[in-house]
């Protein structure tokens, strides 16, 4: 006979998943300026090592939505743990381009499995405004691990570890999460007569399709500045993984408590002012140096904060009849929008350079122009999400009314 489920240890290990994937993330961004000068890696081939995690997220999230059902959350877990460690591995003693490109997909495989295993796991363990204060509280690891991780990331290269040392970091949530899932029994799934077909047809409703869109926008406005951090802000005039881990502390406070806020304002009111703060916050970040950067950092903070939890929470409670294969395709719509992004902002980045420096500056003049001008060209993501989440909010009201 098996053991009654242990919703919170299961949720507790969801957690130590999660802040996985946040080291795999901050870690990353901590390193890349040494990657690439260790390996002669330029900004666009370090943004197609950078896309192969955000590639790999998708591409699991989605597989793992549609066997959700028939696979169940233990073996999905098993197959994320599976390829953290291999991935975790093969970065450590990566020597080329070709190998970052492998051992970055695999991680991103593995974060892919833990969204798609974890959040309709959550939602079947857990009802009601519980339910949305249990998802805010999970995904609230995701910017702290970053904080964590990027602290850890800012001291060890401070201390000239080199690169691979911080990788090794990555492998201590890894274990805690492998122990703690060991031996315990899943829930199975609430809402079992819905098929993937049943699923799939949910997912034709205009409002599922809104909201992908504005999912890939969210995710852009929040990983494109904070995977780039180094690079765009190095020569600011402030610490780019004390921004991040700034930015991202506030995030994982934000949505610790977040459930009064969404009780006030409604899922689609936290979304659209959410918004306006991410857009002020970039415009802010994009024209500041020195210490101001730190302000735009907690208004940009503030501005990411919610989308991710509250993008799934809104369709969780509103189209519920997509089922774990509408959560994790959405999930996977935002990470493939970031896919495509990264050796984008990278192409900005080498670009913006060249125009600085045709335009006279040199050095670290010409850096950070490029740095700023890239985050201008961020902005405009943030601005299109205000008018499409102002409008739904408008829309809900008078609907409402009527």
Not at 45 to 53: A, R
Not at 260 to 278: D, E, H, R
Not at 305 to 330: D, V
Not at 355 to 381: E, H, R
Request: glycine share 10%.
């Amino acid at each position: 006979m098996s053991q009654p489920i242990n919703a919170n240890r299961l949720f507790y290990a969801s957690c130590f998943a999660l802040i996985t994937t946040a080291f795999s993330f901050s870690i990353r961004a901590g390193i890349l300026t040494q990657l690439g000068t260790e390996l002669n890696l330029d900004t666009v081939q370090l943004g197609t090592i950078n896309s192969m995690w955000f590639l790999g997220f998708p591409i699991s999230m989605i597989l793992g939505g549609i066997f959700y059902t028939s696979l169940g959350p233990k073996f999905i877990m098993q197959i994320a743990l599976i390829a953290h460690t291999i991935g975790i591995l093969l970065t450590i003693y990566a020597v080329d381009y070709n190998t970052l490109l492998i051992s970055t997909l695999l991680i991103g495989l593995g974060n892919g499995c833990t969204e798609a295993a974890c959040n309709p796991m959550i939602a079947d363990s857990y009802s009601g405004l519980d339910f949305n204060r249990k998802m805010n509280r999970f995904h609230m690891w995701f910017p702290g691990g970053i904080v964590i991780g990027a602290l850890v990331s800012k001291f060890m290269t401070e201390a000239s570890f080199h690169w691979q040392a911080q990788i090794w970091i990555i492998l201590i949530p890894t274990i805690i999460y492998a122990v703690l899932f060991y031996g315990q029994t899943f829930p199975k799934p609430r809402i079992v007569e819905n098929s993937v077909l049943a699923n799939f047809k949910a997912m034709l409703n205009p409002l599922y399709l809104f909201m992908a869109a504005c999912m890939a926008l969210t995710a852009i406005s929040e990983f494109g500045p904070q995977q780039w951090v180094g690079p765009i802000l190095a020569k600011a005039g402030a610490s780019p993984m004390l921004i991040l881990a700034l930015v991202t502390g506030l995030m994982a406070v934000g949505r610790f408590f977040a459930g009064p806020l969404i009780k006030q304002l409604n899922t689609m009111g936290v979304l659209l002012g959410s918004a306006v703060f991410a857009l002020v916050g970039l415009y802010m970040m994009s024209t500041m140096n020195g210490p101001m950067l730190y302000f735009a950092a907690l208004c940009y903070g503030l501005g990411i904060c919610y989308f991710w939890p509250n993008m799934l929470g809104y369709i969780a409670e509103n189209l519920p009849e997509t089922g774990a294969l509408g959560l994790s395709i959405l999930g996977g719509i935002g990470m493939f929008s970031s896919s495509m992004f990264q050796p984008i902002i990278g192409g900005w980045i080498k670009d913006n350079k060249a125009v600085a420096v045709a335009s006279g500056l040199a050095g670290d003049a010409a850096d950070l122009a490029a740095g700023q001008s890239t985050l201008s060209n961020i902005v405009l993501f943030p601005a299109i999400l205000i008018v499409a989440f102002a409008g739904l909010y408008f829309y809900g009201k008078k609907k409402q009314v009527a």
